[in-house]
């Protein structure tokens, strides 16, 4: 949904899609972004497959098979894509891209952040040459959706998260306390279904299986929409409000992956490592309604 609402946005020009393991592992994910891409029929978009592990080398043992299906897109099955993803690593165009547009790029993070960590150690600058980084990410004041204290991305890769959080980009933290507030019921799906195009149809086919998770999950009727509502925020901030802070990411023990946010309201008389760390921003508002209406708006026209 994210992909394709980018690419229905004329605010946005995509320069390239990376790929990171998430509800899938990481060769999945990109086949899947060069299907959706063959989908919209937006071949001339490079894809750039991310890594394999996490940024401590450890590997991806589970996937949420049960939230999108066994192939990411709702067991649509779909055919091998012709396309191929590029040569360079997700962090190596990462880093290129920066290089070539310093100061224009904005990346939208929707998976875990180990390539945007990996090529902070490619190239140390990476942070001042991008414009912005925007993820999904984090639980702000609000249980987590892996367990009570973690969200599935930070979840993914909570060193990568910590690093990327401390490294002084200018970053804006969606997190789930935000995305459950955009929430799309079984009538905006049948919208999509009933619409003519093509790529609106192919979502509304491809959510079973999230409505059925959300039903089963959550008991309710309607499905979050994290991605595309991160994806908003690129598009027009000004549907979200957010407060600066210092976030930093618990990396181990029972509360792994843990986000925890500091206001700076108060000055502490110890050293610790929340000290001379950079603000981010995280959203603490959104009008939900109204993303809701954009993405509909956009992907029916798709």
């Given at each position: 949904?994210?992909?394709f609402?980018?690419?229905?946005?004329?605010?946005?020009?995509?320069?390239?899609?990376?790929?990171?393991?998430?509800n899938?592992?990481?060769?999945?994910?990109?086949r899947?972004?060069?299907?959706?891409?063959?989908?919209?029929?937006?071949?001339?978009?490079?894809?750039?497959?991310?890594?394999?592990?996490?940024?401590?080398?450890?590997?991806?043992?589970?996937?949420?098979?049960?939230?999108?299906?066994a192939?990411?897109?709702?067991?649509m099955?779909?055919?091998t894509?012709?396309?191929?993803?590029?040569?360079?690593?997700a962090a190596?165009?990462?880093?290129?891209?920066?290089?070539?547009?310093?100061?224009?790029?904005?990346?939208?993070?929707?998976?875990?952040?180990?390539?945007?960590?990996?090529?902070?150690?490619?190239?140390p600058?990476?942070?001042?040459?991008?414009?912005?980084?925007?993820?999904?990410?984090?639980?702000?004041?609000?249980?987590?959706?892996?367990?009570?204290?973690?969200?599935?991305?930070?979840?993914?890769?909570?060193?990568?998260?910590?690093?990327?959080?401390?490294?002084?980009?200018?970053?804006?933290?969606?997190?789930?306390?935000?995305?459950h507030?955009?929430?799309m019921?079984?009538?905006?799906?049948?919208?999509?279904?009933?619409?003519?195009?093509?790529?609106?149809?192919?979502?509304?086919?491809m959510?079973?299986?999230?409505?059925?998770?959300?039903?089963?999950?959550?008991?309710?009727?309607?499905?979050?929409?994290?991605?595309?509502?991160?994806?908003?925020?690129?598009?027009?901030?000004?549907?979200?409000?957010?407060?600066?802070?210092?976030?930093?990411?618990?990396?181990?023990?029972?509360?792994?992956?843990l986000?925890?946010?500091?206001?700076?309201?108060?000055?502490?008389?110890?050293?610790?490592?929340?000290?001379?760390?950079?603000?981010?921003k995280?959203?603490?508002?959104?009008?939900?309604?109204?993303?809701?209406?954009?993405?509909?708006?956009?992907?029916?026209?798709?």
């Amino acid at each position: 949904m994210a992909i394709f609402l980018a690419l229905q946005s004329p605010e946005l020009q995509v320069i390239g899609l990376t790929t990171i393991f998430g509800n899938v592992y990481t060769t999945l994910a990109t086949r899947n972004a060069l299907h959706l891409l063959e989908v919209a029929q937006r071949q001339d978009i490079p894809v750039a497959e991310g890594s394999h592990v996490t940024i401590t080398r450890g590997t991806k043992l589970h996937i949420a098979n049960f939230v999108h299906g066994a192939d990411g897109l709702g067991n649509m099955n779909f055919p091998t894509p012709t396309g191929k993803a590029i040569e360079q690593t997700a962090a190596a165009f990462l880093v290129s891209n920066a290089n070539l547009y310093p100061g224009q790029v904005t990346v939208v993070a929707l998976g875990p952040l180990t390539n945007i960590a990996l090529a902070m150690q490619l190239d140390p600058e990476f942070p001042r040459k991008v414009r912005q980084i925007i993820l999904l990410g984090g639980a702000f004041s609000v249980n987590g959706n892996v367990n009570p204290a973690a969200e599935a991305n930070v979840f993914g890769d909570p060193d990568a998260a910590d690093m990327v959080l401390t490294s002084g980009a200018d970053i804006l933290a969606i997190g789930i306390n935000i995305t459950h507030q955009v929430v799309m019921t079984e009538v905006e799906r049948e919208e999509l279904a009933n619409c003519g195009g093509r790529c609106a149809q192919l979502l509304s086919k491809m959510l079973g299986v999230y409505y059925a998770y959300h039903h089963e999950s959550y008991g309710t009727e309607g499905v979050y929409l994290h991605d595309p509502t991160t994806l908003v925020a690129a598009i027009d901030p000004a549907f979200f409000t957010y407060v600066e802070g210092v976030v930093r990411v618990q990396t181990t023990g029972i509360t792994r992956g843990l986000t925890v946010f500091d206001n700076s309201k108060k000055r502490y008389g110890e050293i610790s490592p929340w000290c001379n760390q950079p603000k981010v921003k995280v959203a603490v508002t959104v009008d939900g309604q109204a993303v809701l209406k954009l993405v509909k708006e956009r992907l029916i026209c798709s």
